[in-house]
């Protein structure tokens, strides 16, 4: 013999079932904005983790040469395979002073080339030159070549990677000699 409180009606399990969904539409749609909302806590922790990468010993790099080295892009994914690898330029000016240059010409991102005969880093896209301090000689491009933050840790030169060089994020130039935020 039931009693009415013991039926459960057709409208009260639709009711919980629709509750039940409804419950899994939220949590799917709270998911990635609670994500949203914390990726900048989660990227200021992996930037400081990853900010400062190594070119290799300062002895690889002898004063008075502008040589090509090649660093890990630290915002990469697994497929990038060898495009997550970056060239940069580096010139030493003396024991202890640097200039870490982008590859890409400051008109159009095409990779400059050095030419130690003429001390000119050269733009073969549309003849953009720039002195071996970087900066501009003729040509489209108005500014000269991007430079890096780098700093000297235990013998080693380090740059800050991971932010695309662009004029508000240059390096600044005191005296020839770049700045380390």
């Avoid at 009415?4 to 079932?17: A, F, G, T």
């Avoid at 640097?98 to 733009?123: E, K, M």
């Avoid at 896209?125 to 301090?133: I, Q, R, S, T, V």
Wanted: glycine share 10%; with cysteine.
């Amino acid at each position: 013999m039931t009693t009415e409180n013991d039926d459960i009606s057709r409208r009260e399990v639709l009711m919980k079932i629709g509750l039940f969904f409804n419950g899994l539409v939220a949590m799917a749609l709270a998911v990635p904005i609670v994500r949203y909302i914390m990726s900048p806590v989660a990227k200021a922790r992996k930037d400081r983790e990853q900010s400062w990468l190594s070119l290799g010993g300062i002895d690889q790099f002898p004063a008075g040469e502008t040589r090509l080295a090649t660093y890990r892009n630290p915002v990469v994914n697994p497929w990038d395979g060898e495009t997550a690898d970056v060239p940069c330029w580096v010139r030493r000016i003396d024991e202890q002073t640097f200039q870490v240059f982008a590859i890409n010409c400051a008109h159009l991102g095409c990779p400059v080339h050095w030419f130690p005969q003429s001390s000119l880093f050269l733009c073969p896209c549309h003849g953009g030159a720039y002195y071996e301090d970087g900066s501009r000689a003729s040509g489209p491009p108005e500014r000269g070549l991007f430079e890096i933050h780098y700093k000297i840790d235990k013998g080693n030169l380090l740059i800050k990677a991971g932010e695309m060089p662009t004029p508000g994020r240059a390096a600044i130039r005191a005296g020839g000699k770049s700045t380390c935020a």
